[in-house]
């Protein structure tokens, strides 16, 4: 056996693996009822790929160092010279990243019984995926992070969608009475999976093509062609079978014909995979080339530098990000899905809250998408834009959204013991953590707090360096902003609120903290993330201890307008609860002949007869 049939078989090994532990995994943990027989035998899968794919990824480590040394080592030596290689060529650093996933997931596998405990062991699965996306032949084109992206998402959606199908299949033996169920469930993860292929593919392909007419003139595009359309097929097909054939045949219908109902799923997955094959060894029409002089801005961001800005630029600039892209779009299809099955069931759901959800999702959009995340990886003022729109400004319409109370609303409960999204959603925010971060004077406290935290430390240039940082940072300071939001104004569950005047204090005092945080940026004249800002060779704007300074002020400044609207809800909240006292207190007056205010007048009758008597 050569060593480029060792790589290739190895690889193999260890990406179905992959796909048959996150499989089991996602069953285990939204799919099968608590305590069920298949539990057993899912964990079991679970535990044996893990093994495999730890031992598919050191056979793969160690068939590809020999293949990029060219010729083996004495025995002797080879495992010494395999742990140097790993620990410093970045091909090989991956890999031994997914190979140290794959040990943290065998450990976790090993006690996997309850949906809490599957869903943590799911970490090292998107760790090692990370990895591996980086890997990948589209990550070195020249859109980088639009590569690398669209590779995780690739390869999250291949391997779900791989791995739930292959799991239905080796427990259709005691599945049950639950089958029927859990094949519906499964054919929804495949849809979502199988969405995140279509889109991820897309984006890789765009990357690979000059121009669009390059899709039915060259191989490669007519291949990739083939793909998409054999996986809307697979999509409509799921759909059809999950939302009309399915529900109309019994438990015992569904037992019988279990092979013929999963034969459509299988097939497609068979059909996408060949092709997918056959699409990694096509040449693409626009071939990876390193750039033969990359400017400073491209060695440090991936990107040309782009041009100085001013308005057209601001909202006219955008850069593709497929992770952000595609979770911002599915949020909105979601919401909107749950707003109309509302109003099929007959149940009302306020307009605004609608508009204002797309409105932020939108505007989140814009920010990680358009000029803030192409301007804010050049300049600290810019990057200081899109660090306050994400915890200042969007999660203001996010919140009045109210998504939370509209999912616990729209999604069915599950009645056969297993944990579905409703379950989900109540478990996070009930939890311990969640009622801890969700206090309103934690959530102030992170809101402000995190601002020294991330700009004082190594966590800022680990965001403007690393794209998986980068990310990190959106959602994080997304979520903190939501937190910190829905704890004043907001109606989601999870916070014990206080009263408005404290609600009041805590405002003005989070945005004072922020206040003092931009001035004390304007007057600094030490710049942070020297070697990344300094160094980025921009031929426009002002110097980068200047441009810092502009930073703080829009630190000081942006937050005006989120306070002014805050501080609106705020006040409405509190004359609407005043009012609806008032109406409550006049309802209870009229139901007991104003029996409060006729013992109120009696106790002052009484006091004053007192007062008289002692004078007397």
Known sequence: MTVETLVTLSAATRDLSIAATAGALLVIAGVLPVGHAAVARASLIARVGSILWVVGAFAHSLATYASIRGALPDASRFIEEWWSYSTSVDLLQAYLQVLLAGLI??????????????AWSLVPVAWALGWLAQTGHAAGAADHHLATSAMFLHLAGATVWTGVIGVMVVLRGVLGGTAKDAMIRVSRLAIWAAAAVIVSGIANGAIRLATPAELWTTPYGRLLLLKTALMCVAIALAAWHRRVALP???????????????????????????????????????????????????????????????FATWVGLWRLEIIAAFVLVALAAVYLIGVLRLRRRGDAWPWHRTASWLAGIVLMLWITQGGPTVYGMVTFSGHMLEHMLLVMVAPVPLTFGAPITLALRALPPRRDGSVGPREWIRIVVESRWMRFWAHPIVAATSFAGFLIVFYYSPLFELALRNHAGHLWMTLHFTVVGYLFVNALV????????????????????????????????????????????????????????????????????IGELPVVLLAIGIITAWRREDAREVKRRDRQADRDDDAELRAYNAMLAATAEEDAQRER
């Open 490 to 557: 907001g109606v989601d569950p999870g916070p014990t609120r206080p009263s408005y005047p404290l609600r009041i204090v805590l405002l003005f005092a989070t945005m004072a903290f922020h206040a003092f945080f931009g001035v004390a940026i304007m007057m600094s004249t030490v710049l942070l993330a020297p070697t990344y800002f300094g160094l980025m060779g921009r031929t426009w704007g002002p110097d980068a201890i200047t441009d810092q300074q502009y930073g703080g002020g829009v630190a000081w400044g």
């Open 105 to 118: 997931a065998s450990v976790l596998c090993t006690l996997v019984r309850t949906p809490a405990l599957a």
């Open 248 to 310: 109309r045949l019994s438990d015992a219908a569904v037992a019988r014909r279990f092979w013929r109902l999963m034969a459509v799923d299988v097939g497609a997955l068979v059909a996408v995979m060949g092709v997918a094959a056959v699409l990694a060894s096509t040449a693409p029409p626009v071939p990876i080339e390193a750039l033969a002089e990359p400017s400073p801005a491209y060695q440090l961001t991936g990107y040309a530098l782009p041009p100085a800005p001013s």
